[in-house]
T-cell receptor, first 112, second 114 residues
Framework: DQQVKQNSPSLSVQEGRISILNCDYTNSMFDYFLWYKKYPAEGPTFLISISSIKDKNEDGRFTVFLNKSAKHLSLHIVPSQPGDSAVYFCAAAYSSASKIIFGSGTRLSIRP | DAGVIQSPRHEVTEMGQEVTLRCKPISGHNSLFWYRQTMMRGLELLIYFNNNVPIDDSGMPEDRFSAKMPNASFSTLKIQPSEPRDSAVYFC????????????FGSGTRLTVV
């Protein structure tokens, strides 16, 4: 049973518009959430994170929102750029543990 | 630092053969993770080590899979015998213990079992 779920395998967004990637989790004990970005033939790289004590974290064009009651988080990219085309993985962790649980990923394509 | 180094980058093998994937973590990192990426399940954690000791191997799919970390600078993931359903991209990642935001992934090994 997957504890971190990304229900949209792919998303296509026009350049300059907002990209919204969604993620749901099932375990209320998770207290740290992350987004990773992956280009083809490369390993995933860390993008942005949020602690469960916050509901929003912003870093430049990237903002992550956390709704603990709904066990839902989202990643907003504004404005979307061609270089944002990649696979985005949502992930969750217990900050007391060493391991991260990843979702299945969403392939984002930014079209001109 | 060269980052996390995995070898080989690509491996094609016949069903029933033994496959060994290798990983060199970042120097100084003391946690090492093996993940498998598939279309259906995304990035699955197979096993992780802290200070060369296996901590959680609950993600290892079957007894055909084994992993070792004989020292701080080297780890292997072995599949024996391999099956077509093992075809996937296998990633190794390393970090400092407890720094869950500090994972560094290798470029992965694409395994194809025919």
């Amino acid at each position: 049973d997957q504890q971190v779920k990304q229900n949209s395998p792919s998303l296509s967004v026009q350049e300059g518009r907002i990209s919204i990637l969604n993620c749901d989790y099932t375990n209320s004990m998770f207290d740290y959430f992350l987004w990773y970005k992956k280009y083809p033939a490369e390993g995933p790289t860390f993008l942005i994170s949020i602690s469960s004590i916050k509901d929003k974290n912003e870093d430049g064009r990237f903002t992550v929102f956390l709704n603990k009651s709904a066990k839902h988080l989202s990643l907003h990219i504004v404005p979307s750029q061609p270089g944002d085309s990649a696979v985005y993985f949502c992930a969750a962790a217990y900050s007391s543990a060493s391991k991260i649980i990843f979702g299945s990923g969403t392939r984002l394509s930014i079209r001109p | 630092d060269a980052g996390v180094i995995q070898s080989p980058r690509h491996e094609v093998t016949e069903m029933g053969q033994e496959v060994t994937l290798r990983c060199k973590p970042i120097s100084g990192h003391n946690s090492l993770f093996w993940y498998r990426q598939t279309m259906m399940r995304g990035l699955e954690l197979l096993i992780y080590f802290n200070n060369n000791v296996p901590i959680d191997d609950s993600g290892m799919p079957e007894d055909r899979f084994s992993a070792k970390m004989p020292n701080a600078s080297f780890s292997t993931l072995k599949i024996q015998p391999s099956e077509p359903r093992d075809s996937a991209v296998y990633f190794c990642a390393s970090s400092l213990i407890g720094q869950i935001y500090g994972y560094t992934f290798g470029s992965g090994t694409r395994l194809t079992v025919v």
